[in-house]
């Protein structure tokens, strides 16, 4: 019987909060989201989802393949309150080294009317020591209970020259602590971070990080995490710089740079990568791709422009063996995640799977 709170919390009002969130700047709104996040007002769903939707991928446990995407909680003050959203998972971050502002504001923009968001923080962050406390503070809070894997995705400080040393010093500090690490190498809004995926670079990248990953006691694993924005020759390139890399899975993708013609033009000229709706059909096309280039010998994450259960089970279909989400939060509210896990549960008994991972990369074959 569920409590009166626990069914108002649940109750679908979001249509209502969004009209008073959507008068307040972005930012402010995202900060609110997560004030109120943390006084617990957040809805608590037990993630007692249809166990079709278990999955185990490098050797983790997930009680459903919708994650959180990187951005939202990017200085880990929610992991147990998105978690209670429904999520699967949760990546963290992108954190920083040494802690640094950002980008000047106004740097986040939601574009209404094609459901998409713009923006250019540039990696603001706590830095490595303040994060990795709030993170010990979560283990310790959860310890002895089963709780959805919990991914730290790390990023470079603006000012450094050599990336790669921010990179190692993140692998080292959170190795104990993750449950996966992400390299993020595909962010748009910090100078010359994209050319990390360049052949050579990435080569070179990959190699410190997983030589610093065979020095830490416990290794998690380590997914890249790469743009929506490549040609087919960066495609091959990444693809066989992955493989041969050793590092367990990637992420397609962050952001775009492109402007579709659906964003209009005065939103169209903020700098910075464009989310939400208008990424979800480019940055699925790079995930197939990827998936056959890859030839599912690593687990692939499709992040981009998920909105619906028919959008997750697109990018499964396509070669994803887990998903993420942020943008159709600021659209539909966190009750998204359970519509998204209840549908695709009917999908994939509708196709006759038995179980979350038969499907993947079936739309491929
Ligand atoms: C406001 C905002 C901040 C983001 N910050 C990060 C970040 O720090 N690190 C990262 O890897 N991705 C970041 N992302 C990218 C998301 O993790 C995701 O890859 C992208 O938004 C596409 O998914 P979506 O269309 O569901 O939002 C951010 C996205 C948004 C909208």
Same mark, same amino acid.
């Given at each position: 019987?569920?409590?009166?709170?626990?069914?108002?919390?649940?109750?679908?009002?979001?249509?209502?909060?969004?009209?008073?969130?959507?008068?307040?700047?972005?930012?402010?709104?995202?900060?609110?989201?997560?004030?109120?996040?943390?006084?617990?007002?957040?809805?608590?769903?037990?993630?007692?989802?249809?166990?079709?939707?278990?999955?185990?991928?490098?050797?983790?446990?997930?009680?459903?393949?919708?994650?959180?995407?990187?951005?939202?909680?990017?200085?880990?003050?929610?992991?147990?309150?998105?978690?209670?959203?429904?999520?699967?998972?949760?990546?963290?971050?992108?954190? @920083?080294?040494?802690?640094?502002?950002?980008?000047?504001?106004?740097?986040?923009?939601?574009?209404?009317?094609?459901?998409?968001?713009?923006?250019?923080?540039?990696?603001?962050?706590?830095?490595?020591?303040?994060?990795?406390?709030?993170?010990?503070?979560?283990?310790?809070? @959860?310890?002895?209970?089963?709780?959805?894997?919990?991914?730290?995705?790390?990023?470079?400080?603006?000012?450094?020259?050599?990336?790669?040393?921010?990179?190692?010093?993140?692998?080292?500090?959170?190795?104990?602590?993750?449950?996966?690490?992400?390299?993020?190498?595909?962010?748009?809004?910090?100078?010359?971070?994209?050319?990390?995926?360049?052949?050579?670079?990435?080569?070179?990248?990959?190699?410190?990080?997983?030589?610093?990953?065979? @020095?830490?006691?416990?290794?998690?694993?380590?997914?890249?995490?790469?743009?929506?924005?490549?040609?087919?020759?960066?495609?091959?390139?990444?693809?066989?710089?992955?493989?041969?890399?050793?590092?367990?899975?990637?992420?397609?993708?962050?952001?775009?740079?492109?402007?579709?013609?659906?964003?209009?033009?005065?939103?169209?000229?903020?700098?910075?990568?464009?989310?939400?709706?208008?990424?979800?059909?480019?940055? @699925?096309?790079?995930?197939?791709?990827?998936?056959?280039?890859?030839?599912?010998?690593?687990?692939?994450?499709?992040?981009?422009?998920?909105?619906?259960?028919?959008?997750?089970?697109?990018?499964?279909?396509?070669?994803?063996?887990?998903?993420?989400?942020?943008?159709?939060?600021?659209?539909?509210?966190?009750?998204?995640?359970?519509?998204?896990?209840?549908?695709?549960?009917?999908?994939?008994?509708?196709?006759?799977?038995?179980?979350?991972?038969?499907?993947?990369?079936?739309?491929?074959?």
């Amino acid at each position: 019987m569920p409590s009166p709170l626990n069914f108002l919390r649940n109750l679908n009002i979001y249509p209502l909060i969004r009209s008073l969130l959507f008068q307040l700047d972005a930012e402010a709104a995202h900060h609110l989201a997560l004030t109120l996040l943390k006084k617990g007002l957040g809805p608590n769903i037990n993630n007692d989802f249809d166990p079709i939707l278990r999955t185990t991928v490098c050797s983790l446990d997930f009680p459903n393949p919708v994650g959180l995407a990187a951005g939202f909680d990017k200085n880990a003050e929610v992991i147990g309150d998105v978690l209670n959203m429904g999520f699967g998972f949760v990546e963290i971050g992108s954190i @920083t080294p040494l802690p640094q502002p950002g980008n000047p504001q106004p740097r986040l923009f939601r574009v209404p009317t094609a459901e998409a968001v713009i923006n250019r923080f540039g990696f603001n962050s706590d830095g490595i020591d303040i994060c990795l406390r709030r993170i010990i503070a979560y283990r310790d809070a @959860t310890i002895g209970t089963k709780q959805a894997p919990v991914g730290l995705n790390v990023g470079k400080n603006k000012d450094t020259a050599e990336a790669a040393d921010d990179y190692v010093k993140g692998i080292k500090a959170f190795a104990l602590h993750a449950d996966y690490i992400t390299v993020n190498v595909s962010s748009p809004n910090t100078p010359g971070l994209r050319d990390l995926q360049g052949r050579e670079q990435l080569a070179n990248l990959l190699k410190q990080v997983m030589e610093a990953r065979a @020095t830490t006691d416990k290794k998690p694993p380590v997914f890249v995490k790469v743009a929506p924005d490549q040609t087919e020759q960066q495609q091959d390139d990444i693809a066989e710089v992955v493989l041969a890399s050793g590092v367990q899975g990637m992420i397609i993708g962050n952001t775009t740079v492109t402007r579709p013609s659906s964003i209009p033009t005065d939103l169209a000229k903020e700098a910075g990568g464009l989310s939400g709706k208008p990424l979800f059909a480019m940055s @699925t096309e790079v995930l197939a791709s990827l998936y056959k280039k890859t030839g599912g010998k690593i687990p692939l994450i499709g992040c981009g422009g998920i909105f619906s259960a028919e959008d997750a089970y697109a990018k499964i279909r396509a070669g994803a063996s887990l998903v993420q989400l942020y943008s159709a939060l600021v659209y539909e509210g966190p009750g998204l995640v359970v519509r998204i896990n209840q549908g695709l549960t009917e999908l994939l008994k509708r196709d006759g799977f038995k179980t979350m991972s038969e499907a993947v990369g079936t739309g491929n074959k």
